[in-house]
């Protein structure tokens, strides 16, 4: 899913670096309003965003393959608007400690899988918003489905448009239809892991699931 | 720092707030590369500073191996799917543009990544905060990234020992994708809980260290020496070496 170094032209990189800057800032200035207490959150994300770096290192058995999780759709649910910020900090994590995604491409990462965190964000507080934690489980499962989805698609239409123009336009569109339905079934697979986290989440520590979501 | 570079190494030597931002420029000038005559020449250079690096090749393949598989994927999309003079390959039909554009994205891929690798081996993580304020990237971010740099090894090895006690208890160590969806959400979930515990905990130390009671942060505004122009001059004269003959 990360878009490595090489793989873009350098106007995309720019372009990259420029939106995950203002989506950083909007994040940044929308947590400092809904939270108050930015202070507060700035050592939450950062944990956190080290225990999910952690929590991606578990890999899932997949027919064939192993995948290991994305979780954005689960840092979206759980940090709010400081998913972004945090997902900007793990991937850089990732170039630096692994050689994944790349410096050059770091704002296109940010922006399509930061990005992806911040719609499972709004599909979380959709469905789960005063539900009195009854409906986590749906909640979950719809956030990280669209976490997956809307972060393969994001990939994969940035990935193609750095292609030259003479790529026949029908094998595009035909080649991200197919990249988002291979993502499908991973993305069934994740929407039930963060289900199963958000519910024992709700039930165990349900201060880290309410006000945030 | 990776182990094995030497310390006076002369990329070691070169700042990070200067060293950054040369090689980014460095690294986005081969992304821009699409003459084919710079498809051996940006390799070309990578290697030259690999050597001087004295980079661990081992690492650097290791760390090579799936973004060259992915342009090579997007290569073969290339070949196969672009417009311009078709040449026919046994069954199919390829195009001759399609195959210059996708050599030039391995060469780009390669020569970028090494790059990349090269600079991250040789700066150390001592003084790369100091480097980030100089830079001007926000105290947030910063502040951010060392918390989470801090706590990845402390976190992943909390998962070690909950695997341990998961598996001294009976567990298995392969699960099946069943068992795994009904296993792992619980002890990710029970790593997620500590963390946030320890996240509390670390925000009461960090305000009994007097963190956010001044917005003022200290930068650093030490001059560059000359071993920084040296190498920032050499890296801005390949960069426009790659990109002004691309430009006429």
């Known amino acids: 899913m990360h878009v490595s170094d090489g793989m873009l032209p350098p106007g995309f990189c720019a ?44 890999h899932v058995p997949f027919p064939v393959v192993s995948v290991h999780p994305l979780l954005v759709g689960l840092m979206g649910a759980l940090l709010g608007w400081m998913a972004f910020p945090a997902v900007m900090i793990a991937l850089f994590f990732q170039a630096v400690m692994f050689g994944h995604g790349g410096f050059t491409t770091l704002g296109v990462n940010s922006v399509t899988m ?33 976490g997956v989805v809307s972060a393969a698609a994001a990939t994969t239409a940035v990935l193609l448009l750095g292609l030259p123009s003479y790529v026949d336009p029908e094998a595009e569109r035909a080649a991200v239809s197919t990249m988002v339905l291979c993502h499908v079934p991973l993305a069934v697979v994740e929407g039930l892991f963060t289900a199963s986290v958000m519910k024992f989440l709700a039930a165990v520590s349900p201060e880290m699931v309410e006000g945030n979501g | 720092m990776a182990e094995g570079i030497s310390r006076k190494g002369l990329l070691v030597k070169w700042d990070a707030a200067w060293k950054v931002p040369s090689i980014l420029l460095l690294m986005m000038s081969m992304a821009f590369t699409g003459k084919p005559e710079y498809f051996v020449l940006s390799p070309f250079i990578a290697g030259i500073f690999t050597v001087v690096a004295g980079v661990n090749y081992a690492r650097l393949f290791k760390v090579l191996k799936a973004p060259l598989a992915l342009a090579v994927a997007m290569g073969c999309f290339m070949v196969f799917f672009s417009g311009g003079e078709p040449y026919s390959a046994g069954f199919q039909a390829v195009s001759g543009d399609g195959a210059l554009q996708a050599a030039g994205m391995v060469s780009r891929v390669f020569s970028v990544v090494t790059m990349g690798f090269v600079m991250v081996t040789t700066t150390p993580a001592a003084g790369l905060p100091a480097s980030m304020r100089r830079l001007r990237v926000p105290d947030i971010m910063i502040d951010m990234a060392m918390l989470t740099g801090r706590y990845v090894m402390v976190i992943g090895e909390d998962y070690r020992r909950m695997e ?85």
Do not use: C, H
């Open chain 1, 15 to 58: 372009g990259g670096y420029a939106g995950s800057a203002a989506l950083a800032w909007l994040s940044v200035t929308r947590a400092k309003k809904v939270y108050g207490n930015i202070e507060r959150m700035v050592p939450r994300a950062s944990v956190m965003a080290a225990a999910f770096f952690v929590v991606s290192w578990i």
């Open chain 1, 114 to 146: 930061g990005g992806a965190a911040l719609v499972s964000m709004a599909v979380y507080r959709a469905i789960g918003r005063g539900s009195g934690g009854k409906r986590e489980f749906t909640a979950g499962l719809a956030a990280g489905f669209t």
């Open chain 2, 164 to 248: 341990v006690a998961r598996r001294l208890r009976g567990g298995r160590r392969i699960l099946s994708p069943g068992a795994f969806l009904e296993v792992i959400p619980q002890v990710a979930a029970g790593l997620l809980v500590r963390s946030f515990e320890r996240s509390e905990n670390v925000f009461r130390v960090m305000k009994l260290r007097g963190y956010g009671a001044s917005n003022e942060r200290v930068r650093e505004t030490v001059g560059p020496r000359r071993v920084d122009l040296m190498l920032s001059g050499v890296a801005i004269l390949l960069s426009a070496a790659l990109v002004v003959p691309e430009l006429l």
